[in-house]
């Protein structure tokens, strides 16, 4: 029988690309419970999400951050599984949440990703980078590895049980929340090996030097909360792995045929 999927979407100001993300979600062949957490949008954000009728909740305020706002969205959620799409994310297919739901069939599983790629906010048929997550093993985390965040879908009771996004690690809570489900807590884990996740190029984290070492700053303290000591090269190591991810998509003219799969372009 498939599950419930709750999909959270925290949105400020996003009315250049909350129609994008909104249609994919629509999409969905596998229905979803969708939810809109908005810090008081002053564009026509809300008015875009008002014409989709089928929204199941909206709630407009002011939140103390992302991370606060998606932890009210998870407040509300009613799905057996949990999933958080950005408002300037969307899902590759009609059929992301029926491949989702088909993970969790199997009841021992708590949660599950995938890959993402990275595309130009201009020109969404040209991908910036590939983040092909590969399957997780017990000390993955130890060498900079982890999944992307909007392709990670947990169990609701999970939540309830180990806990939120903490709110005072500023970009690094969904690491950190990644770390201390699958590390510390060693919750099960499937990999889907594919492309679930559409995300424009860019971010919070990552748009400047002085903010990546910020971030790196943050992911120490991921560990530190949890108890969790890395080894020596682990911090330096996670934003090292980006360089795989470029190649990934300077390597293959295979960056035109994810682009055909992925159904950006036609094939040449």
């Given at each position: 029988?498939?599950?419930?999927?709750?999909?959270?979407?925290?949105?400020?100001?996003?009315?250049?690309?909350?129609?994008?993300?909104?249609?994919?979600?629509?999409?969905?062949?596998?229905?979803?419970?969708?939810?809109?957490?908005?810090?008081?949008?002053?564009?026509?954000?809300?008015?875009?999400?008002?014409?989709?009728?089928?929204?199941?909740?909206?709630?407009?305020?002011?939140?103390?951050?992302?991370?606060?706002?998606?932890?009210?969205?998870?407040?509300?959620?009613?799905?057996?599984?949990?999933?958080?799409?950005?408002?300037?994310?969307?899902?590759?297919?009609?059929?992301?949440?029926?491949?989702?739901?088909?993970?969790?069939?199997?009841?021992?599983?708590?949660?599950?990703?995938?890959?993402?790629?990275?595309?130009?906010?201009?020109?969404?048929?040209?991908?910036?980078?590939?983040?092909?997550?590969?399957?997780?093993?017990?000390?993955?985390?130890?060498?900079?590895?982890?999944?992307?965040?909007?392709?990670f879908f947990v169990r609701r009771p999970v939540y309830e049980k180990y806990g939120l996004f903490k709110t005072d690690i500023g970009t690094?809570?969904?690491?950190?929340?990644?770390?201390?489900?699958?590390?510390?807590?060693?919750?099960?884990?499937?990999?889907?090996?594919?492309?679930?996740?559409?995300?424009?190029?860019?971010?919070?984290?990552?748009?400047?030097?002085?903010?990546?070492?910020?971030?790196?700053?943050?992911?120490?303290?991921?560990?530190?909360?949890?108890?969790?000591?890395?080894?020596?090269?682990?911090?330096?190591?996670?934003?090292?792995?980006?360089?795989?991810?470029?190649?990934?998509?300077n390597r293959r003219s295979s960056a035109r045929n994810v682009l055909y799969r992925l159904g950006l372009s036609e094939k040449k």
């Amino acid at each position: 029988m498939s599950c419930k999927i709750s999909i959270i979407t925290v949105t400020c100001n996003s009315a250049s690309t909350i129609r994008k993300c909104l249609n994919s979600v629509e999409s969905q062949r596998c229905g979803v419970e969708h939810i809109i957490i908005d810090n008081c949008s002053t564009d026509e954000t809300l008015e875009i999400v008002k014409s989709y009728p089928y929204i199941d909740k909206v709630v407009s305020e002011a939140d103390h951050g992302i991370y606060d706002a998606m932890n009210k969205g998870i407040a509300l959620a009613t799905g057996d599984v949990i999933g958080i799409l950005n408002s300037d994310d969307f899902y590759v297919s009609a059929a992301v949440t029926e491949k989702v739901s088909g993970i969790f069939d199997d009841e021992r599983m708590e949660s599950c990703y995938g890959d993402l790629v990275y595309v130009d906010p201009l020109n969404h048929g040209k991908i910036t980078r590939y983040w092909k997550s590969g399957s997780f093993r017990d000390r993955s985390f130890y060498w900079g590895w982890m999944p992307p965040h909007p392709t990670f879908f947990v169990r609701r009771p999970v939540y309830e049980k180990y806990g939120l996004f903490k709110t005072d690690i500023g970009t690094a809570a969904d690491y950190e929340l990644m770390l201390r489900f699958l590390v510390k807590h060693k919750i099960t884990t499937a990999y889907i090996p594919e492309v679930l996740v559409i995300m424009q190029d860019g971010g919070i984290s990552n748009s400047s030097l002085i903010k990546r070492i910020k971030a790196n700053r943050m992911d120490s303290s991921a560990w530190k909360v949890n108890g969790l000591a890395p080894y020596p090269w682990t911090i330096a190591l996670k934003p090292l792995r980006k360089i795989t991810q470029f190649m990934l998509v300077n390597r293959r003219s295979s960056a035109r045929n994810v682009l055909y799969r992925l159904g950006l372009s036609e094939k040449k």
